[in-house]
Structure formats: structure tokens, C-alpha cells
């Protein structure tokens, strides 16, 4: 891990906690979860570099699920249509973490991450309120993809992709409390 990736880290450690804490005592209290759990990833991340990829993908396992509901619900979808998309989002996100893992089949991890994010894609373009929060998450969402293909194909060093990572976490995080 380079000098510069820990030091992003640090800086969306420090961005993100004080995001979950100015939330904790606002009136979206329960959305600081999502910022807490991200904190709580990058302080392990700081204190076990080797573990990045596992942290970074346990955090999304538990922080996209609690975003996209947050933003279903805003926008009036029921208990099942929430169900519904937090399913298709762990699996998109467990494909992923199988893509790196995987010596072999990482285009097919891509591939099968990327088919579910199509109806996760299309039903955020379809909700009426809470445009802005939408917005982000859809433009950051449709990074993250972009940003580990261009690790897989070469076109950017590991450091580069933690770099981008952590930024991208970091805005759509603290984005999104602040939007929603």
C-alpha cells in the first residue's frame, strides 16, 4: 500500500466519521450507519493495509444495501420492492468481490455483477423524489465498474483504483446523507 493510498484513507476515515456523527444527532439519524460502517471499514483498512479488498467489499456489502433501501423508501417503494433490490445488490456486489478473487472466471463475475445492476440501474431512474440523491448514486455506481476494469485491464495501477475507491466512497456516502 502506498504513502498516497493510506493517506486517502485516512483523510475518508476522518470525513467519514464526522459525517456519522453530525448525522447520528440530526433528524435522518438512522442514516448514519451507512457513514459509520464506512468509517468503521477504513479504520481497519488503515490498520491492516493487506485486508483493503476484504474491508472495502464488506463495507459495500452492508452500506449499498442500506443506501439503495434508503433511497426506495424515500421514494415510496414497498417492503418487498426494497427486498427485491437489496438482493440483486449483494449478489452484484458478491460477484464482484469474486471477479478479483478469481484467477479464472473474472469476466464472468463482471458480467453477472453488471446484469444486476441493470434493474437496480433502471428502477433508480425511475423514482420521482429525492432526484439529486439518485442522481449521485447512479453516477458513482456506474464508476465503480469502469475503475476495476481499468485495474483489470491495466490501464490504471492498484494505487490508482484504492485512490478512486475512496474517494467514490467517500461521496457517496456522505453525499447521500446530506441529499437525502
Same mark, same amino acid.
Given at each position: 500500500m502506498t504513502d498516497t493510498v493510506q493517506q486517502f484513507q485516512t483523510v475518508a476515515f476522518y470525513a467519514l466519521f464526522v459525517t456519522f456523527a453530525v448525522t447520528l444527532f440530526s433528524e435522518n439519524y438512522?442514516?448514519?450507519v451507512i457513514p459509520g460502517i464506512a468509517a468503521l471499514a477504513y479504520w481497519y483498512m488503515m490498520k491492516e493495509p493487506a485486508k483493503t479488498q476484504q474491508y472495502r467489499y464488506m463495507d459495500w456489502a452492508a452500506t449499498t444495501p442500506l443506501i439503495?433501501?434508503?433511497?426506495?423508501? !424515500?421514494?415510496?417503494?414497498?417492503?418487498?420492492?426494497?427486498?427485491?433490490?437489496v438482493l440483486l445488490d449483494l449478489v452484484m456486489i458478491g460477484a464482484g468481490y469474486q471477479g478479483v478473487q478469481s484467477k479464472e472466471n473474472k469476466r464472468m463475475w463482471f458480467i453477472l455483477g453488471c446484469v444486476m445492476f441493470v434493474p437496480i440501474l433502471l428502477v433508480l431512474l425511475d423514482?420521482?423524489?429525492? !432526484?439529486s440523491a439518485v442522481y449521485l448514486t447512479l453516477l458513482l455506481w456506474i464508476l465503480y465498474p469502469l475503475v476495476w476494469v481499468s485495474e483489470e485491464e491495466r490501464l490504471i495501477e492498484t494505487s490508482t483504483s484504492n485512490e478512486c475507491y475512496t474517494v467514490m466512497d467517500v461521496v457517496a456516502k456522505a453525499g447521500l446523507v446530506v441529499l437525502l
Open positions: 438512522a442514516l448514519s439503495l433501501a434508503a433511497i426506495l423508501l !424515500k421514494n415510496g417503494a414497498s417492503w418487498s420492492t426494497v427486498g427485491l433490490y423514482m420521482k423524489r429525492t !432526484k
